[in-house]
């Protein structure tokens, strides 16, 4: 029986011009998120309660849709494998989330990605080898620019400096979400994926609000943001990002992510006055540059 390194090793990516416009159209879709998340006046946690609520009726019915044109219903390993990337999902979200009420909109997307960084080392395990000289130069560079941006945090508060490792740790539990979506999509539909997803998210999600003390129903603020964030991140931007990812390895996913740090961090001068300082700049300048350095090494 192959192992899951030795599948990975020989599978093939078609890529493609439009799964490519969904993999960026998706990313910069769930850009504006951490802009939403500050807008409404729910709980960080209950927001992304909302997130994964609200789209699920119209889902449940896209993937019945889906199902009975496929003529099958999916395994059983499956489904479990896609309720535990739910739940990663949802520790993803509630880590997120609260990370953005602490930091800056750049820092957040940007660590809130950082799993980008943990998919390219995952590509070199499917591939059975070591990093190249290109490769190391960008896991130095990212790690340089990681510690220019925390330390810039930790200049302007601890609270920032939380803020940051939130979103880091909302980064690893992204990738714990994303491989087996992944892996799920090769046999799956996108819309039985984000069906199953969102369902086993919601109510970890809700849970996570309740034990915190969160506000969970919009107050003045209304339910405009809250359906906003649930119509652009859930159903448009993780809507491309599920059909873009069986068209594209670890990596390249990985590489996609950087997409949403730049457009947050426009979002966050335009909208919050957060001006970058050249330190900042700096860093999220090397975390770019560690990507791109990698994908050529890849290439």
């Keep these: 029986m192959q192992t899951a390194t030795a599948r990975a090793a020989q599978k ?16 910069a879709a769930l850009a504006l998120g951490p802009w939403l998340v500050r807008l409404a006046d729910t709980g960080p946690v209950a927001a992304g309660f909302w997130r ?31 309720l535990a990337a739910g739940a990663f999902f949802a520790l993803d979200l509630a880590s997120w989330h609260l990370g953005i009420e602490l930091t800056r909109l750049g820092n957040a997307t940007l660590f809130g990605n950082s799993g ?8 070199l395990v499917a591939l059975r080898r070591g990093p190249s000289r290109t490769e190391m130069l960008a896991i130095a560079a990212a790690l340089g620019g ?98 873009a990812l069986p068209s594209f390895s670890p990596l390249v996913v990985g590489l996609s992510l950087l997409v949403q740090p730049a457009i947050a961090s426009v979002v966050g001068w335009l909208a919050f006055d957060e001006l970058l300082a050249p330190a900042d700049m700096l860093g999220m300048a090397l975390v770019a540059a560690a990507l791109v350095i990698a994908r050529a090494g890849a290439r």
């Excluded at 699920?56 to 044109?69: C, D």
């Design 116 to 123: 980008s960084l943990i998919l390219m080392v995952w590509g």
């Design 146 to 243: 990681a510690a220019i941006l925390l330390g810039r945090s930790l200049e302007v508060s601890a609270e920032t400096l939380t803020g940051d490792l939130l979103c880091v740790l909302a980064g690893l539990f992204y990738v714990l979400y994303l491989l087996p979506a992944q892996r799920a999509r090769e046999t799956l539909g996108q819309w039985s994926v984000l069906a199953l997803v969102c369902a086993s998210a919601a109510p970890v999600l809700l849970v996570c609000a309740l034990l915190l003390g969160e506000p969970v129903w919009p107050g003045a603020a209304g339910w405009t943001p809250i359906l906003a964030l649930a119509v652009g991140s859930q159903i448009v931007g993780q809507g491309l990002l599920v059909y």
């Design 12 to 27: 093939t990516y078609p890529g493609g011009a439009w799964p490519f416009a969904a993999l960026i159209g998706g990313n």
């Design 52 to 82: 994964m609520a609200l789209p699920l009726p119209l889902f449940a019915w896209l993937a019945w849709r889906e199902t009975r044109a496929r003529g099958a219903l999916p395994g059983r390993g499956t489904v479990w494998l896609l």
